[in-house]
């Protein structure tokens, strides 16, 4: 089975950067897309941004582009998520999430088969 582990969130100040990592066992990285998705308090979980398994194509939230980079490193088995330039409505439960290649769904679906447990981004103002 697919197990996904989040690390690196935390508190930070407005303005700056963070880069959280996304560990997957279980299975080759290669023969999934991956996504980070994040749930703020109150609102719904939504697609931040979205990587295709050779790491050629990606996708990105309109209020994330330009300030995060998804990137990946299949022989680590691992995903990247860095965000620079943090604003106070970035904060929220950020979480890693795998669905396999085959489905047809689009880079920016929000449809995952596997998640992380999540981590809590904060960012102060």
């Known amino acids: 089975q697919v197990q996904l582990v989040e690390s690196g969130g935390g508190l930070v100040q407005a303005g700056g950067s963070l880069r959280l990592s996304c560990a997957l066992s279980?299975?080759?990285?290669?023969?999934?897309?991956m996504g980070w998705l994040r749930q703020a308090p109150g609102k719904e979980r939504a697609i931040v941004a979205a990587?295709?398994?050779?790491?050629?194509?990606?996708y990105y939230a309109d209020s994330v582009k330009g300030r995060a980079t998804i990137s990946r490193d299949n022989a680590k088995n691992t995903v990247y998520l860095q965000m620079n330039s943090l604003k106070p409505e970035d904060t929220a439960v950020y979480y890693c999430?795998?669905?396999?290649?085959?489905?047809?769904?689009?880079?920016?679906?929000?449809?995952?088969?596997?998640w992380g447990q999540g981590t809590q981004v904060t960012v102060s103002s």
């Open positions: 990587i295709n398994w050779s790491g050629v194509t990606t």
């Open positions: 279980g299975r080759t990285l290669s023969g999934y897309t």
């Open positions: 999430a795998a669905r396999g290649i085959v489905g047809g769904r689009l880079l920016g679906s929000p449809e995952y088969d596997y």
